[in-house]
């Protein structure tokens, strides 16, 4: 039996709609917006609402399932590889491309060697012109 002095644990698992969504963003590349995702998860769930699936995004993120990517617009982006990786923000298109090098942790290192800070992770963003865009740009 609970007491009201107990702290009552976040929802873990596993629904249909978290499924889906997940499943949505582990099938693209394109770092999508909720929007986008609430669009994909409506053909399965036609009753899914815009509210689920901002909900879910943000367990899937707090659970470590997804990454919520931030450029400092007002929409966030979704990546469903949560494994530590680089982007890349084309200026022209706004497209947001994974960045296929190694991720440098000794970066982490170095900061704590320089300034004596606790690092627990790092990201790096990448823009410019992706090669679609330089092409057009060129024609």
């Known amino acids: ?6 702290k009552k644990q976040p929802r873990r698992r596993s629904t249909r709609q978290r499924r889906a969504i997940l499943n949505v963003l582990r ?16 053909q399965e769930i036609p009753n899914i609402s815009l509210g ?3 909900r879910n995004l943000k367990l899937l993120r707090d659970l470590g399932e997804i990454m919520e990517i931030s450029f400092g617009s007002a929409q966030s982006h979704f990546d469903g590889n949560p494994n530590p990786h ?39 963003e990448f823009y410019g012109r992706c090669d679609k865009c330089s092409r057009q740009r060129e024609e």
Request: charged residues 25%; glycine residues 4%.
């Open 52 to 54: 689920t699936v901002y």
């Open 27 to 42: 099938q693209t590349k394109s770092h999508p917006t909720a929007d986008w995702v609430y669009e994909q998860v409506k």
């Open 1 to 6: 039996m609970a007491t009201g002095s107990q």
């Open 86 to 124: 680089y982007h890349f923000h084309c200026l022209d298109c706004n497209r947001i491309l994974d960045v296929d090098i190694p991720v440098r942790h000794e970066l982490e290192q170095e900061v704590r060697d320089h300034h004596g800070w606790e690092v627990h992770r790092h990201r790096v």
